[in-house]
């Protein structure tokens, strides 16, 4: 029986070009309360892969499964999937930004890329209830990395 077997219905697959193993173990160093499940390679007679390559790797970000996948350059990462980090204080905001923008790109509104390409949303947990407020979200729309108590302050203005 392969780790797949045993998969939540739906998982995340994340299809990367030959640096699935490498983008794993960073995302395993970022986010605590995560594993690597299991590795799947390549067999002998693929065409087209070399024998023991990584094909798929199963793991786990602080409880939520994911598969990476060594597809080849056909596909790339857009914004249109993301990723959003529900962080409960500034510090947990800050760890997560500064760790997943390294060597990527900062958006606005909490978005940023990854060195993978891969999008992500770093936001305050009770972000629902601050954006409701018009000046919040104005405040919002002018930040890259948000500042929760900025948001507040101007829900509260």
Request: hydrophobic residues 45%.
């Amino acid at each position: 029986m392969s780790a797949l077997e045993h998969s939540p219905r739906i998982t995340p697959f994340l299809w990367f070009d030959g640096n699935a193993e490498e983008a794993v173990d960073f995302y395993l160093s970022v986010f605590k309360n995560s594993r690597r499940l299991s590795v799947l390679r390549t067999p002998s007679d693929t065409p087209g892969a070399a024998a023991g390559q990584v094909l798929t790797i199963a793991f786990e970000l602080d409880g939520t499964r994911f598969t990476a996948l060594n597809g080849g350059p056909h596909y790339k990462f857009t914004p249109a999937v993301s990723f959003v980090v529900h962080c409960e204080d500034q510090d947990a905001i800050d760890y997560y930004w500064e760790r997943l923008a390294k060597g990527g790109m900062e958006i606005q509104c909490g978005w940023l890329v990854d060195k993978f390409g891969l999008s992500w949303q770093i936001v305050p947990a009770r972000i629902g209830e601050l954006v409701c407020n018009p000046k919040a979200m104005q405040a919002m729309m002018g930040m890259k990395k948000l500042d929760i108590a900025s948001l507040i302050r101007a829900a509260q203005a």
